[in-house]
């Protein structure tokens, strides 16, 4: 069973400061990875998928890399705003219809 | 606009009772989800369905139930057997069929059960 490990659990930066949040997984036989966002009471805002064959997605201000090797995505923020403030989850598609999710990591962006 | 519907948004049970959640979606997609959210823990898989008239458990699938009549529809009942249903609920739908790729996630924005 994918096992999915988000660390820290909690982050807190001053506005402007790039974040950088860490994802590992322990089965490199994955087919895909999603990085979302979650506001406190709200489902799930899917940022960005990379599919295994991939090694990063960028959208705006947001990167995502995949190293399969080393078992480790990274999602990376630019120049963080307040607005940024949520917590990001990671989910690794496997073989099947399951993604296997991390507890995800609370960012505050202070301004 | 499409998306995912869940209802209700918050919902409270007194022991004993079933209730069912709902979930609709207008995005034409073939496989539907539900799955379970507690605090500090990643989410967990209920059941699943990839075509009308088909479903499958997931991880936690005791003391729930599911049906899948239409596409755009994916209702769960929370039984009296499910021992700890106090939760947060999120349905997602995806586009893919494979069997071997879940293809892009969306969610709905979640209901909110508690057992008092």
């Known amino acids: 069973k994918q096992e999915v490990t988000q660390i820290p659990a909690a982050l807190s930066v001053p506005e402007g400061e790039n974040l950088v949040l860490n994802c590992s997984f322990t089965?490199?036989?994955?087919?895909?990875l999603q990085w979302f966002r979650q506001d406190p009471g709200k489902g799930l805002t899917s940022l960005l998928l990379?599919?295994?064959?991939?090694r990063e997605q960028t959208s705006g201000r947001l990167n995502a890399s995949l190293d399969k090797s080393s078992g480790r995505s990274t999602l990376y923020i630019a120049a963080s705003q307040p607005g940024d403030s949520a917590t990001y989850l990671c989910a690794f598609g496997s073989n099947d219809y399951k993604l296997s999710f991390g507890a995800g990591t609370t960012v505050t962006v202070r301004a | 606009d499409g998306g995912i519907t869940q209802s209700p948004k918050y919902l409270f049970r007194k022991e004993g009772q079933n209730v069912t959640l709902s979930c609709e979606q207008n995005l034409n997609h073939d496989a539907m989800y539900w799955y379970r959210q507690d605090p500090g823990q990643g989410l967990r898989l209920i059941y699943y369905s990839q075509i009308v008239n088909d479903f499958q458990k997931g991880d936690i699938a005791e003391g729930y139930s599911v049906s899948r009549e239409k596409k755009e529809s994916f209702p769960l009942t929370v039984t009296s057997a499910q021992k700890n249903p106090t939760a947060f609920y999120l349905c997602?739908?995806?586009?893919?069929?494979?069997?071997?790729?879940?293809?892009?996630?969306?969610f709905g924005e979640g209901s909110r059960l508690t057992v008092l």
């Open positions: 089965d490199s036989a994955i087919y895909n």
């Open positions: 997602a739908s995806s586009i893919s069929t494979t069997t071997a790729n879940t293809g892009e996630l969306f």
């Open positions: 990379i599919q295994s064959s991939q």
